[in-house]
């Protein structure tokens, strides 16, 4: 029973916040640097988790590009007793598949580096591979032609003796021009230079390298053995990669679908999740870390500046103030800090993640649940950290407080 | 008149004993009555019970044994939030280190006074009731000066401003002019005459003759123990 009509001391939410607002004010440089720790923090936190969401961004469209549509096959012979899978028409087989883009057979040709030279004069070659790759092939590899063209099916067919080869092997050969028909030897065979290649998106291997004829190819040096990895490269549309795999067996030997093994692109979605949980998992613990660091940073700060302030506590205390209303300031006080913190933290981030972006060409990926959390993330963490120094500042004594 | 109207403050048999080991009696059997509208010095020596004392009377701290009436309540066994609403409306605490806020102007530490009232009254108008009572103690040009820029009387004055602004019932002054020199030692007596010349019940502890002097009545404590003095 209360003997008396006073009312209990009262502290609105709205004067609450308003001293809170007018202490921090106070001491601006102070206030600063306190709310610095959840600024780094939030801000770490916001720049890894936005960042890895736009690196998952940019690797899963890069799959999305290439991997999605890049079908292989390759030779699942383990012994040359079996026949060689891959028939010669079968260019003409996978491209009556739907969904097919282009499709060839490329082996690597058995025969030793110094046999490949350019013309009767020129000296001998140490570093350079023979692929025979079928005409067929250049549609799925995709390469880009700087001078001359590609041989068609019918050099393949007739087994003409005809060459592309990649601009870095023309340089290094001294072939600068293609209207003078330059040959070179392998084995002794001379080929004519049609084509010189600059890039591949699907074989860079064939940059390095001399690609001829995969007709030319049999006829000079026989169908390949189990051990060379004879593949069939097929690039497709784009999401029809599982669906043309799983018909490429019996297109290529309807009598043994199990004479070739065919590699489906991986799944893009389930490779970028995998991809960015472990980035992310790693970025948001070290994020975490930081956050850490600025709720000490505040703890520490705040709980320096209720002992500093004690008589300001005690004062407080004999016009009335309760425990209560003095805790609720301190822990208020560094809530406001770390919510301002999270504030100027989740801008700095995201101003991060555009200047990477920008610096990489990349596009930016940031969802908007982030921006909205990351603040209140800066206000859990000031108010957990109040917690200790607010109950320490409700505990002083007002009688030893004013004695100050 | 006793009769019908409550002392403003009435102690009997107050002892204060701070536990031990060894435990000190800093209060024994205090027996004190300040009619409402008194004017009264308690004078001591450091280390008498003048602390102690103050810190009963303004509700800072509670009586191991007797009985406070305030206002003709008893308040010696009230809990903190009731002790703390008492605080807040009855009592005017003026410190000798002033306590002022130092980022805030004289009229926010005189608005500071009224802000744990359990009434809450619009912002205006409490800033027009802090610069009234400013006025009243002679600081109306002094409204927006922070505490660095005041001297130590006007300091004070902010301070009793503060203190008079709840219209408290009892008006506490611990060593008003400990940190005064002797020219604004005298404006702030003046002022607490004024004070109690408007019927405000006045409490002032001190060790100075001269403060003391100011009062109606005096009673001096030693060793805990409270006399009159004439």
Redesign the interface.
């Known amino acids: 029973m209360r003997p008396w009509a006073i009312e209990p001391s009262r502290l609105t939410l709205r004067q609450l916040i308003a001293e809170c607002a007018s202490s921090l004010v106070a001491r601006p440089g102070r206030s600063a640097l306190t709310a610095l720790g959840v600024v780094l923090g939030v801000g770490t936190f916001v720049t890894v988790v936005g960042l890895a969401n736009t690196a998952s961004g940019q690797i899963s469209s890069a799959f999305d590009a290439l991997s999605a549509t890049t079908v292989t096959a390759t030779d699942a012979r383990v012994s040359d007793s079996g026949p060689f899978p891959y028939p010669s028409d079968t260019d003409a087989r996978l491209a009556r598949l739907h969904g097919i883009v282009g499709a060839g057979t490329i082996w690597h040709l058995d025969v030793s580096p110094d046999q490949v030279g350019a013309g009767p004069t020129a000296e001998t070659l140490s570093t350079a591979d023979v692929y025979a790759v079928s005409a067929g092939a250049w549609r799925a590899v995709q390469p880009r032609v700087t001078q001359g063209r590609f041989y068609d099916a019918f050099a393949d067919r007739a087994r003409q003796r005809v060459a592309v080869i990649g601009a870095a092997l023309a340089k290094r050969l001294g072939i600068t021009t293609l209207t003078t028909q330059p040959a070179i030897t392998i084995q002794d065979v001379p080929f004519t230079v049609v084509g010189v290649i600059s890039s591949s998106v699907r074989d860079p291997e064939l940059l390095l390298s001399v690609s001829i004829p995969r007709g030319t190819a049999q006829a000079l040096w026989g169908s390949p053995g189990a051990k060379t990895a004879a593949t069939v490269v097929v690039a497709t549309r784009n999401g029809a990669a599982s669906q043309v795999a799983g018909e490429i067996p019996a297109a290529l030997d309807p009598t043994d679908e199990h004479a070739i093994s065919v590699t489906p692109p991986p799944d893009p979605r389930s490779l970028r999740d995998q991809v960015g949980n472990d980035l992310n998992a790693l970025l948001v613990v070290l994020a975490l870390i930081c956050l850490a660091v600025g709720a000490v940073g505040i703890a520490n700060t705040t709980l320096v500046g209720v002992v500093e302030r004690t008589a300001e506590i005690g004062l407080r205390r004999a016009l009335g103030a309760r425990p209560r209303h003095i805790g609720a300031q301190i822990m208020g006080e560094s809530a406001v800090l770390g919510g301002v913190g999270g504030l100027v933290g989740t801008s700095a981030g995201i101003l991060v993640i555009l200047a990477v972006s920008l610096a990489r060409h990349w596009t930016a990926v940031m969802s908007p649940q982030l921006a909205l959390l990351a603040p209140a993330i800066g206000l859990g963490v000031g108010s957990i950290a109040g917690l200790y120094p607010a109950s320490r500042a409700a505990r002083i004594e007002p009688t030893e407080a004013l004695r100050r | 008149m006793t009769t019908t109207q409550p002392a403003a403050v009435e102690l009997i048999d107050v002892e204060r004993t701070y536990p031990g080991p060894p435990p000190v009696r800093a209060l024994k059997q205090i027996d004190l009555r300040i009619p409402r509208g008194e004017y009264l010095a308690i004078i001591g020596p450091s280390g008498s019970g003048k602390?102690t004392l103050l810190?009963l009377l303004?509700l800072?701290?509670r009586p191991s044994a007797g009985t406070y009436r305030l206002a003709g309540?008893?308040?010696s066994g009230?809990a903190?939030?009731?002790r703390?609403?008492?605080?807040?409306?009855?009592i005017g605490?003026v410190?000798q280190?002033f306590?002022l806020?130092?980022?805030?102007s004289s009229l926010?530490n005189v608005m500071?006074?009224a802000?744990?009232?359990?009434?809450?009254e619009p912002t205006a108008e409490l800033a027009a009731r802090a610069a009234r009572t400013l006025t009243s103690v002679g600081l109306a040009h002094r409204l927006e000066a922070p505490p660095s820029r005041l001297s130590g009387g006007e300091r004070q004055r902010v301070a009793i401003a503060?203190a008079l602004i709840n219209h408290p019932e009892l008006l506490l002054c611990d060593e008003p002019t400990g940190n005064l020199d002797s020219g604004n030692t005298a404006t702030v007596l003046g002022l607490l005459d004024n004070v109690h010349a408007t019927g405000q019940t006045v409490v002032v502890i001190t060790h100075d003759p001269e403060v003391a002097a100011h009062a109606q009545r005096r009673v001096a404590i030693t060793d805990g123990n409270l006399t009159e003095v004439d």
């Open positions: 602390s810190n303004g800072l701290d309540v008893d308040v009230l903190e939030r009731d703390a609403a008492c605080r807040a409306q009855l605490f410190f280190s306590h806020l130092d980022q805030r926010e500071l006074g802000l744990y009232q359990h009434r809450t503060r």
